[in-house]
């Protein structure tokens, strides 16, 4: 491991020895094969990309240029316009319910990107509000896919295990609000999602954790029984009122075990592409790492330490250690508890930290994939010891989405 370290750090040294810290680059091998992967794991259903994961339309581009790979999940109902227009998709489901008239308004106005792009709803109160910016008799057709619950809810409803999504849990209730949508003018039901949180992005090996790692499993293993039954169930109840197009489940976390379901047709993965430190604590698959980032180290404040040039680039969810960008190489560097990772600077400390000087790269990896893509203008696409292209990021492109 410690010579694999070694030559990874001095591959990627090689390749941007030309570029001025701080950057990002993604290692193409890495990127190809873990793409490869989870479209076996799929077992031959198809993978839609999860663009929140990628955020660089060459990167989604590439992924979906892999046999297996099909569509893309988009955060937001303008980042799937875009994406539509520029090319890279024809079929972009939006992952969650829109608020955004004006980009409901382009959607309205254009049956092209009508017929490209499937609305995530929850309720009939989002489908009111497309209806206050564009009236049914004035529009195409939208497409509609209905967002089912996956939480697992054991004891009675009285303890939930899983994320806060939709109201929509019980098969009866995904039949009424297809019911609903069915008879309403100006929209299609197409599709179904269950997106299980509570698996597919929960890691069941937390490092030196064994307790809670055997408490996550034995949850998982009892969500995943019940989830089975459920989602066969709703999906039965939907298409009493539609024909659906697709049924679509799971992340990185979970493809194998999603692809399992007979009741799904497709699912999605996106992280695993990139392979941040959250998927190190899975057992069933871990994601080579394919996504780096470079800081320069600016000073050496005292013997053992070594502080670099920024490097706070937190990701989101629960504030704590797990949400912090590591350092990997060289191998034997470690945050400093009492500052962790800095806005401007980040001090370090550790085995390896002695050895740094003035000028040199550390290696960073971030804790979840395409939010590293907010922080730089261009990934660098490492190929063997070469920068192989430099891509723009979503944010090099002047797009913010969120």
Known sequence: MATDRHDLRDRLDRATGHLDPPYAVVDL???????AALAERAARKPVRVASKSVRSRDLISRALATPGWRGVMAFTLPEALWLVRSGVTDDALVAYP???RAALAELAADPALAGAVTLMVDGTDQLDLVDSVTAPDRRPELRVCLDLDASWRPLGGRVHVGVR??????????GALAATVAARAGFRLVGLMAYEAQIAGLGDAP?????LGAAIRLAQRGSYRELLARRSAAVAAVREHADLEFVNGGGTGSVAATSADPAVTEVTAGSGLYGPTLFDAYRAWRPTPAAFFACAVVRRPAPGYAT???GGWIASGPAERSRLPRPVLPAGLELVGTEGAGEVQTPLTGTAAGTLRVGDRVW????KAGELAE??????LVDGDTVAATVPTYRGEGRAFL
Do not use: I, K, M, W
């Open 29 to 35: 091998a890495a990127f190809d094969a873990n793409a």
């Open 98 to 100: 829109t608020a955004d």
């Open 165 to 174: 999504r939709s109201p929509v849990h019980s098969a009866r209730a995904a």
């Open 207 to 211: 490092p030196g954790r064994a307790v």
């Open 308 to 310: 670099v040039l920024g």
């Open 364 to 367: 960073f990896r971030h804790a």
């Open 375 to 380: 922080h730089v203008n261009e990934l660098h």
